[in-house]
């Protein structure tokens, strides 16, 4: 089993910066990629990007590229996400997700492992 915290949402201005961490514990060992999904209100959770566990591989949805950076920390067992000009249709509930699978999907149901999640809410 493992479990996921996700930390560093909050309230920024347009064009501000976030920094989003999962810190993960429990059964890292099986993890590989390890990813960021979003929930916006009235709307299906979507993908934002994902890592692999070498951190060679990177998914993005088209959306974040060049704006946001997906990291992690194997030894620590953490991944972060750097935000940069963000703007109010970033606004959403993001959640840290692992999966065991040997190859890094951009689908929900390929993550056994979800965290609760964290607001980020950006004015205009």
């Known amino acids: 089993q493992v479990h996921l915290v996700e930390s560093g949402g909050g309230l920024v201005q347009a064009g501000g910066s976030l920094r989003l961490s999962c810190a993960a514990s429990?059964?890292?060992?099986?993890?590989?990629?390890m990813g960021w999904f979003r929930q916006a209100p009235g709307k299906e959770r979507e993908f934002v990007e994902v890592?692999?566990?070498?951190?060679?591989?990177?998914l993005y949805e088209d959306s974040v590229k060049g704006r946001f950076t997906v990291s992690r920390d194997n030894a620590k067992n953490t991944m972060a996400l750097q935000m940069n000009s963000l703007k109010p249709e970033d606004t959403a509930v993001y959640y840290c997700?692992?999966?065991?699978?040997?190859?890094?999907?951009?689908?929900?149901?390929?993550?056994?492992?979800w965290g609760q999640g964290t607001q980020v809410t950006v004015s205009s």
């Open positions: 890592i692999s566990r070498s951190g060679s591989t990177k």
């Open positions: 429990g059964d890292t060992f099986n993890i590989n990629g």
């Open positions: 997700a692992a999966s065991d699978r040997g190859v890094i999907s951009t689908l929900e149901n390929a993550y056994r492992y």
